[in-house]
């Protein structure tokens, strides 16, 4: 079934930036916004750099939020309910710290 959206917003710019949002009757919001940027050595290599959240209730009543943000260091999305990495051991952060340290790194 259709569900209606309650709020939306847009905006697109002649030097390439953007954003949007919108909210549904369900409860669900998304934001997006983005420009131009220069993501390599070379002037050339212009990419679209991006960033937003989204939300949403889920069946049993919780709201869940993602943040994002999408870079020259590719796609990283945030929220209490995503599982993280568990810290690196000691012992490898020292190494990692030796190699850098004698240029092998």
Known sequence: KPIEI???????????SYSFD?????????SE???QKQVGPKP???GTVSKGSYSFTTPDGVVLTVNWVADENGFQATG???????PM???????????KAAGLL
């Open 33 to 35: 916004s983005g420009n």
């Open 44 to 46: 050339e290599e212009i």
């Open 80 to 86: 209490d309910h995503l599982p993280t990495p568990p």
């Open 6 to 16: 309650v709020s939306s917003n847009s905006e697109m710019n002649a030097d390439g």
């Open 22 to 30: 919108f909210e549904s009757a369900d409860g669900t919001k998304v």
């Open 89 to 99: 051991p000691d012992h490898v952060v020292k190494m990692l710290a030796d190699l």
